[in-house]
């Protein structure tokens, strides 16, 4: 059985991803965010795996408020440099906006 870095891996050479900025995975779940029509479902080694997918611009305006869901739970093996830094640069505002606004009540 592969690990999940090989499936993960696995599922890109089923799709074109020089279109994949960011994979990974999480159970029987593979995240992809690609500006391609990829099918909902891919089977690697006999097992199938959910294909969760997002355009690259949505995913950034929902990774926010979906952290969790649609970010964290995933173990990401494959992602382009400059779109994952986006994706931390957002994340770490949110967070320092968080922070201020937390301060702010304390000082209250």
Not at 46 to 70: A, M, S
Not at 85 to 95: P, V, Y
Request: glycine share 2%; charged share 30%; aromatic share 12%.
């Amino acid at each position: 059985m592969l690990d999940d870095k090989e499936i993960v891996l696995s599922a890109l050479e089923k799709v074109d991803k020089f279109y994949v900025y960011l994979a990974g995975i999480n159970n029987n779940e593979i995240l992809l965010v690609t500006t391609l029509n990829v099918p909902n479902e891919v089977e690697i080694e006999g097992k199938k795996f959910k294909v969760v997918t997002y355009q690259p611009d949505d995913y950034l305006n929902q990774v926010v408020e979906k952290e969790y869901e649609i970010f964290r739970k995933y173990k990401i093996y494959y992602f382009v440099k400059a779109y994952m830094r986006k994706i931390l640069d957002t994340l770490s505002s949110a967070e320092v906006e968080r922070m201020s606004i937390d301060i702010k009540d304390n000082l209250s």
